[in-house]
């Protein structure tokens, strides 16, 4: 069996024989979570901005390419949100521009079981902690719990290191940045995830761990969609799942990564230079990686040998089956290089080609992996900064985290490893969590 995307044979190892993806994203929270990170962004500036932040700055600081990328990620956010037909004043200008939609149901949903805070309080919420309620578990409403936390997280800590921003810009983007409360609504204070919902996004797979099912098959990640700037597939999500797993296994022989394709401007029929160009790429690397896919999994799986399925996956690999991106031509010639994050030549000759930026928690201290849902927190110390805080502006910043800051070197709050065929319920069996007894 192959397949095209993640879904369940992270947890259930033995579903899947491999796994071929075009379009990577390790999982739903991977979008939602940043995604809340760039409104709470895009809110600061629009609403609370004192300091003169310009635009620039809060590019840099949400990690992106460019604003129209950072306001389209901010727009994703949607997707958390219950309150249907909410407005947000997030720009949409820009070549594909998506606009804000929250508590967006099918029209097979009757209108009278959806929910109104005020009419029908306890009724069905469009939103993705609402679609995994029996894992996330539920509150006195049966709304979702919710594992988004932004407790001791500093927005922009790389700027405010590097010069790009001030000491008091970096102050009042922390101070005023608040959080969000279970509606969706914009609260002044910060935001606490839910302890228990944390755990089980973990222990679920909801947010991928990396092992379970991935540690043992081919991983063919072809990066066939390129676009920085539209629709939210950015890179670092291809760069996110690798780091994942290379933190659940030890090493990533069992992935391969190509890179270069079309972008969305591309696929909605705009003409804009380079089309033909990443047209070839994108119909080169398909006509070849799905050849060398398959060619590795038969390998594997012929291997009547003793050894584990790991040690068949990587031992059996083709030669063909090595990193590497596309010239950017019409004619498009294979780069065996190794795949790391990066907007410079200095990362490689693939990132000169097909730079590839970040997110806001990456510029907060993060790990490309994104895998933290809830820090764990260390007191504020002068020495962890690059600049020099005079003594009201270090008061103002131990105001800002009186329980102390993100200590991204542990392990997020309840962060656990994935538990393959896990139970929520009834089922005894693997019981991680059981939602039928709430």
């Known amino acids: 069996m192959t397949c095209c995307t993640w879904k369940r044979g992270r947890v259930i190892p033995g579903l899947f024989d491999g796994v071929y993806i075009d379009a990577t994203f390790p999982d739903a929270l991977s979008i939602a979570m940043s995604a809340m990170d760039a409104k709470l962004l895009n809110r600061f500036f629009t609403t609370h901005n004192t300091t003169g932040v310009t635009e620039t700055q ?31 004043n997030i720009p949409t200008a820009g070549s594909l521009g998506g606009l804000y939609v929250s508590g967006a149901f099918n029209p097979a949903v009757p209108a009278a079981q959806r929910w109104d805070a005020v009419s029908n309080p306890t009724g069905a919420r469009a939103t993705v902690f609402d679609v995994a309620r029996n894992v996330y578990g539920v509150d006195a409403q049966g709304h979702g719990l919710r ?19 001030t000491v008091d810009q970096f102050l009042e983007i922390n101070e005023k940045i608040g959080g969000y409360d279970k509606n969706g609504n914009y609260t002044a204070t910060r935001t606490v995830g839910d302890a228990g ?37 950015y890179q670092w999500f291809h760069f996110a799942a690798r780091e994942r797993m290379l933190k659940a296994n030890g ?3 069992n992935h391969v990564m190509w890179r270069g394709g079309v972008s969305f401007p591309d696929l909605f029929g705009q003409t804009t230079p380079g089309k033909a160009e990443r047209a070839a790429v994108s119909a080169k690397a398909t006509a070849e990686a ?4 398959i060619k ?43 795949q790391v994050l990066g907007s410079t030549g ?30 764990e927190l260390k007191p504020v110390t002068v020495s962890d900064y690059a600049v020099a805080f005079d003594a009201s502006q270090l008061a103002r910043l131990n105001a800002i985290f009186p329980a102390g800051v ?6 997020g709050v309840n962060q656990t490893s994935v538990v393959p065929y896990a139970s929520f319920g009834p089922s005894p069996t693997n019981l991680v969590f059981d939602i039928s007894r709430l």
């Open 147 to 165: 594992p988004f936390d932004n407790i001791g997280v500093q927005y922009g800590l790389a700027q405010l290191n590097s010069g790009s921003i």
């Open 251 to 253: 090493d990533t022989r």
């Open 296 to 338: 590795w999994v038969s390998a594997y799986k012929s291997d009547t040998t003793a050894s584990s399925q790991r040690e068949k996956v990587i031992a059996k690999k083709p030669a063909e089956a090595v990193d590497g991106c596309f010239t950017f031509s019409t004619t498009p010639q294979f780069i065996a290089e190794p």
């Open 290 to 293: 799905w050849p060398a896919f």
């Open 197 to 233: 919902a944390i755990r089980r996004a973990y222990q679920s797979g909801l947010q991928l761990h990396g092992g379970g099912g991935l540690a043992s098959i081919p991983v063919f990640d072809l990066s066939n969609f390129y676009d920085e700037d539209n629709f939210y597939h």
């Open 346 to 375: 200095a990362a490689g000759t693939c990132n000169a080609i097909w730079p590839s930026w970040n997110f806001p928690r990456a510029q907060a201290g993060a790990s490309v992996a994104a895998d933290k849902l809830k820090c």
């Open 406 to 411: 993100c200590d991204w070197s542990k392990s």
């Open 58 to 88: 809060m590019v840099g600081i949400s990690g992106h390419k460019s604003a129209r990328a950072w306001y389209d990620l901010a727009v994703q956010s949607g997707r958390t949100d219950p309150v249907s037909g909410r407005s947000e």
